[in-house]
């Protein structure tokens, strides 16, 4: 499979030596699901747009500093391709602000949560069971870093997993997208430094409860499983249809 990521933020220059950008992130963790993965990147916060749906099988938006209501003309340029990829059925997946952005793309609304910043690790229950979920587990415990969330669905979407601090944490809209509050790609030592990079803007009760979060099990290996099964499956049914 070939994997279009539509890289929306570079990782801060001060972390980069030691956990890489965001497409090293992305390509070590699906490479460690299925070493037969090729990827090309556009850097979409760059300008980079893509124009052709079909240019890779499947497409993944990552995470990213920006919010999808920032009004930059290159996320509502991204917001347009997002809806060309809809519109096709062609197969996608959104991390964090990916998955905010695939909502409002589509008609649905995303907001700053009024509880603050969520870091650290989240720890989230699956409300509803998909085919590709497997291998099969109730809990979906994720290193997360966001403001923004999801707030109203898009038409024809549906929530497969939830927290007390973000209700709609994962969502699938129709058979070919998928988004992702949290973030598989991170490393809980990446979560542990950004959150010390971040000290500033942090309340200092929510640096220390993330921190210390982070000595609980990250369900990463299960999530990329998940989110490979499901872009398998999507691509399947955009080639069959």
């Not at 898009?154 to 939830?162: D, F, N, Q, R, S």
């Not at 699938?172 to 542990?192: I, R």
Request: net charge negative; hydrophobic share 40%.
């Amino acid at each position: 499979m070939r994997i279009g990521l539509l890289q929306c933020d570079d990782v801060a220059e001060e972390l980069q030596p030691r956990h890489g950008n965001y497409p090293d992130m992305f390509e070590r963790l699906m490479t460690s699901a299925d070493p037969t993965l090729s990827f090309r990147t556009w850097r979409c916060h760059d300008g980079d747009i893509p124009s052709d749906t079909m240019a890779v099988d499947a497409w993944l938006i990552t995470g990213s500093k920006f919010g999808v209501n920032d009004g930059s003309d290159w996320i509502d340029r991204l917001c347009s391709f997002v809806r060309e990829l809809w519109r096709t059925g062609r197969p996608l997946v959104g991390v964090c602000f990916g998955h905010q952005l695939i909502a409002k793309a589509l008609g649905g609304e995303v907001v700053k949560n009024e509880r603050g910043w969520g870091v650290g690790m989240s720890f989230n229950r699956v409300t509803e069971r998909a085919a590709w979920m497997e291998p099969w587990q109730e809990g979906l415990d994720l290193v997360v870093s966001h403001q923004d969330q999801v707030r109203q669905l898009p038409e024809g979407a549906k929530i497969l997993a939830v927290s007390d601090f973000c209700p709609i944490y994962l969502m699938q809209v129709g058979e070919t997208f998928l988004g992702v509050q949290g973030h598989p790609e991170f490393t809980k030592a990446y979560s542990a430094d950004l959150m010390e990079f971040k000290r500033d803007i942090l309340p200092g009760n929510r640096l220390r409860e993330g921190m210390t979060s982070l000595s609980a099990p990250v369900d990463d290996q299960v999530v990329v499983r998940w989110m490979l099964n499901f872009l398998d499956q999507a691509l399947h049914q955009s080639v069959a249809s």
